[in-house]
């Protein structure tokens, strides 16, 4: 796996109330094989769920995320294909709950061989009735740079290049 910096931003575009936007940074790794980008980094307090991971698994028409860790007491699996609804349970402090997830769109644009990319989610959720939401999750990723080190050593200077 390759380490990567993410810029990732949830918009909640609910009707109810105003746009509310969290925006974070966050190191991560990918890899890539048969078609298939695998993504995975730590959330932060920031996000609501720190001691938690996510994985995302972007193939050619679907994206599926998962989050897992000490957040929660059950792995909690998103999947979103356009068009597509699905099922499952969102875990939360006081149990899980059941989820519909409906996709409105998926826009990538990856490169992985350069180890970067975006992809944008614009997806509806719905918990048990309890809240019915519109939201877009934005991932941008890039190679993580790898700067020189520079060891100063009795007046001479000498420098390391990581990137080799």
């Known amino acids: 796996m390759k380490d990567i910096m993410l810029k990732i931003t949830g918009k909640d575009l609910s009707m109810e109330k105003e746009e509310e936007i969290v925006e974070f940074y966050t190191e991560g790794q990918m890899s890539s094989r048969g078609g298939f980008i695998c993504i995975q980094y730590p959330e932060t307090e920031l996000s609501g769920m720190d001691g938690c991971t996510t994985s995302l698994l972007i193939g050619p028409s679907k994206v599926r995320m998962k989050r897992s860790g000490a957040a929660f007491a059950v792995d909690t699996v998103m999947e979103f294909e356009k068009g597509k609804r699905y099922e499952g349970l ?17 826009e990538k644009n990856l490169s992985p061989e350069r180890q970067s ?9 719905s918990l048990k009735g309890l809240m019915d939401s519109r939201k877009v999750l934005d991932i941008e990723f890039n190679e993580k740079e790898k700067k020189p080190v520079v060891f100063n050593i009795k ?6 290049n990581l990137n080799s």
């Open 90 to 106: 969102y875990d939360t402090p006081y149990g899980a709950l059941h989820m519909e997830v409906l996709t409105n769109s998926i």
């Open 117 to 125: 990319g975006r992809l944008s989610i614009d997806y509806s959720i």
């Open 155 to 160: 007046d001479e200077e000498m420098i390391i």
